[in-house]
């Protein structure tokens, strides 16, 4: 009787709306990735990818599992040491990138270990996480009177973790992961309690800052102005895309016009699963959202974007239910961080934005981006589960003493 009592309480303390949507999501990349590799001259063996692919999601809900059973106050204890490890590996790599990988992606942003390859930053991402809730929180704590002096030294503080994070990334070359880490630093920005006589000139400068690089983008001297600050050559030909998709379909906007094509060609619910009419490159990784387009048409896109929709939802949720500052920043830079990867992703798959080379959660292929996305949502369910454990924690009297 007390065995199922405990399983019962346990059962209760596990957030089956964060996980449903999670699980259904990963079938359907596997669903996809079928399709994506079995129509691609370039992946003979199919069954390889799929069962690499399978075995990244049972190490992400072996994650999971793990992570669950992290109170909060041994992640605050583990998070600077976390962010230094992160640095270190991300320096690392400047050293010990793959040249293969380097040499077909312009970006040094991979390890290699045989057959295996592995991304930091995808990792990096949740240390970065982590370490800003980490400053936010015991910032918050120490001044509860807030004003527009300690607001600007909690941006200091902010800028001091950022800093370091995007002088790595920009060594690597990575300008989508960049991008990545920008949005969370948005996010979070925003929710630290930052008085908005900052915020708005702040998000003012962003808009127009993005505004003007577009503009200089399509004029010569532009251009020029654009390259003496560190533009390169793919990241016009993609800006050039994103605004004339069919300006050069043999060449620089090939992978975009097939993208729209093979969307297009799905109408309104597709042509049936394992069809792929039309070549689009990339498909099983940054393109994979084209399978389930053609596929499936609007209704299966739209499915995919309710599924994301429900997820986002139900960590909101989580959220909200939470009386825990360190954890409030947390679930709001993790949901920052699966929302700009869903926007971004669909979005430059449709032609609403750029390509930048950023994976689709839990659908496309890759371990790094699976493992990282997996611990993102098991420090989100984490937070279920330890409140309800102990629904007493609280992390200011720490926050305090430190």
């Not at 129509?39 to 999601?57: C, E």
């Not at 240390?127 to 509860?144: D, G, P, Q, S």
């Not at 309690?193 to 708005?200: E, F, K, T, Y």
């Not at 993005?210 to 050559?233: H, M």
């Amino acid at each position: 009787m007390d065995k199922k009592r405990k399983r019962s309480n346990d059962d209760s303390r596990i957030d089956y709306g964060v996980i449903l949507p999670v699980f259904v999501l990963c079938l359907i990349g596997l669903l996809s990735l079928y399709v994506a590799l079995g129509h691609d001259p370039r992946n003979p063996n199919v069954f390889t990818g799929l069962s690499m692919q399978a075995l990244w999601y049972i190490v992400g809900a072996v994650a999971i599992i793990i992570i669950i059973h992290f109170n909060a106050k041994f992640i605050w204890k583990v998070t600077p040491f976390l962010y230094g490890l992160g640095l270190a590996v991300m320096l690392a790599l400047l050293r010990f990138y793959d040249p293969t990988l380097a040499a077909s992606t312009g970006s040094k942003n991979w390890f290699r270990f045989g057959s295996l390859t592995f991304q930091p930053a995808e990792l990096m991402k949740i240390a970065y996480i982590l370490m800003m809730a980490y400053v936010i929180t015991r910032h918050n704590v120490a001044h509860r009177v807030r004003s527009l002096r300690s607001d600007l030294k909690l941006i200091g503080k902010m800028f001091l973790v950022t800093i370091p994070v995007l002088g790595l990334i920009m060594a690597q070359n990575d300008f989508g992961t960049m991008l990545v880490f920008f949005a969370i630093f948005a996010g979070m920005f925003l929710m630290s309690g930052i008085s908005w006589i900052i915020i708005i000139p702040v998000m003012s400068l962003a808009v127009l800052l993005a505004g003007s690089v577009i503009f200089l983008v399509t004029t010569d001297s532009g251009r020029e102005v654009l390259s003496f600050i560190g533009f390169k050559n793919y990241q016009f030909s993609r800006i050039d895309s994103w605004l004339d998709p069919f300006h050069d379909p043999q060449g620089d906007s090939f992978q975009l016009a097939h993208s729209l094509m093979a969307i297009g060609s799905g109408g309104m619910f597709g042509k049936g699963y394992n069809v792929s009419n039309v070549y689009v490159p990339v498909r099983e990784s940054d393109m994979i959202f084209t399978v389930f387009g053609e596929n499936f048409g609007f209704v299966g896109g739209a499915l995919i974007i309710l599924l994301y929709f429900l997820l986002i939802y139900r960590m909101i949720r989580v959220s909200f239910d939470m009386n825990n500052e360190f954890y409030a920043y947390i679930s709001t830079g993790i949901i920052m961080m699966i929302l700009f990867h869903v926007f971004e992703n669909i979005g430059a798959n449709i032609g609403l934005l750029p390509l930048t080379g950023i994976p689709l959660p839990f659908i496309s292929q890759g371990g790094s981006s699976i493992i990282g996305n997996m611990i993102g949502v098991g420090l989100i369910l984490s937070m279920r589960y330890q409140s309800k454990k102990n629904p007493e924690i609280e992390l200011h009297r720490r926050a305090r003493r430190v």
